[in-house]
């Protein structure tokens, strides 16, 4: 299994472009998470997906994020537009719900810097 | 909003000796993750306990969760330096689907 797939591993951009991270989930898990991960913050839910559904976007810092699952094997995470207190590392996670652990797996994540 | 704090912050131990992270949360968990990130890694998946006072163990790990199901532990004996990285707990409660990451450990180990 190849794993969660996410890309770019790194971007770096200049405030004000748009920037399109992307992820491919575990091939049958049915739940899709974006987390972002900062010193100051740690890790902080930013959306999770059931089925492809948004489920909770709560954690969305405001309408410069937007996250979409058009099916089951591709989410997008697009910040437009960008400002370098976006700077971080973007993780996307999925797992099968149901099963006894529950376990996310996570992909090895986006390094985002915004100069 | 439910809240997942750890302490310490950050641990500097001599490999041999024994580590301990605790994690509470805000509110009643129905159930909590342990994760460990290598420097520069992703989080990666060790354990997870759904039972009051539940105790379990991998190896040189092991983790307890409280009678309240609001906090945790993790404890290491004898660290090792392979057990350099930061460690999360991470709660699942309330009515959504959603897990909450603590706000993690990072443990450095002097050979």
């Known amino acids: 299994d190849a794993g969660v797939i996410q890309s770019p591993r790194h971007e770096v951009t200049e405030m004000g472009q748009e920037v399109t991270l992307r992820c491919k989930p575990i091939?049958?898990?049915?739940?899709l998470f974006w987390y972002r991960q900062t010193m100051m913050r740690g890790l902080e839910l930013l959306i999770y997906?059931?089925?492809?559904?948004?489920?909770?976007d709560s954690g969305m810092p405001e309408d410069r994020f937007s996250a979409k699952m058009p099916n089951a094997s591709f989410s997008t995470l697009k910040i437009q537009p960008s400002e370098p207190r976006d700077s971080a590392v973007y993780f996307c996670?999925?797992?099968?719900?149901?099963?006894?652990?529950?376990?996310?797996?996570f992909g090895e994540g986006s390094r985002l810097t915004v100069l | 909003g439910q809240q997942v704090m750890q302490i310490p912050q950050y641990q500097h131990v001599q490999e041999g000796e024994d580590f301990t992270t605790y994690c509470n949360s805000s509110?009643?968990?129905?159930?909590i993750q342990w994760y460990k990130q290598r420097p520069g890694g992703h989080p990666v998946f060790l354990i997870q306990?759904?039972?009051?006072?539940e105790v379990k163990k991998q190896k040189r790990l092991t983790f307890q969760f409280g009678e309240a199901k609001k906090n945790s532990s993790l404890h290491i004996t004898a660290t090792q330096t392979t057990d350099v990285g930061t460690y999360f707990c991470?709660?699942?409660?309330?009515?959504?689907?959603?897990?909450?990451f603590g706000t993690g450990t990072l443990l450095a180990v002097q050979p």
């Open positions: 091939s049958g898990h049915n739940s």
């Open positions: 509110t009643t968990l129905s159930n």
């Open positions: 996670a999925s797992r099968q719900t149901g099963t006894s652990t529950g376990e996310l797996f």
């Open positions: 997906f059931n089925n492809n559904v948004p489920i909770d």
């Open positions: 991470a709660g699942l409660g309330g009515a959504t689907n959603k897990l909450i």
């Open positions: 306990l759904v039972k009051s006072g």
